[in-house]
């Protein structure tokens, strides 16, 4: 079964809004996770706690984030 009328020119004037409208669409989501990755990227992966260093093999003090050695109790 075919449709009555298959005139393309009109169909596309009568779909240009709806098309324009799921391209901007289409387009912020895009913006958004350029956004959201760089985010994701400046901000990853910094590490947060102790300036001591710790040794994971054996369990010994290594030093400070400033370079110098740490003093073990």
Partial sequence: MS????DLEKQKKRHRP???GM???????VILLLIWVG???MN??????A???IDG?????EGTES???ATSN
């Fill in 3 to 6: 449709a009555p009328e298959t």
């Fill in 18 to 20: 709806s098309l324009f």
């Fill in 23 to 29: 391209g901007g669409v289409v387009g912020f989501a």
């Fill in 39 to 41: 985010w994701i990227v």
């Fill in 44 to 49: 990853g992966n910094e590490p947060e706690g």
């Fill in 51 to 53: 300036d001591v260093q």
């Fill in 57 to 61: 093999r054996t369990g010994a003090v």
């Fill in 67 to 69: 370079g110098t050695p």
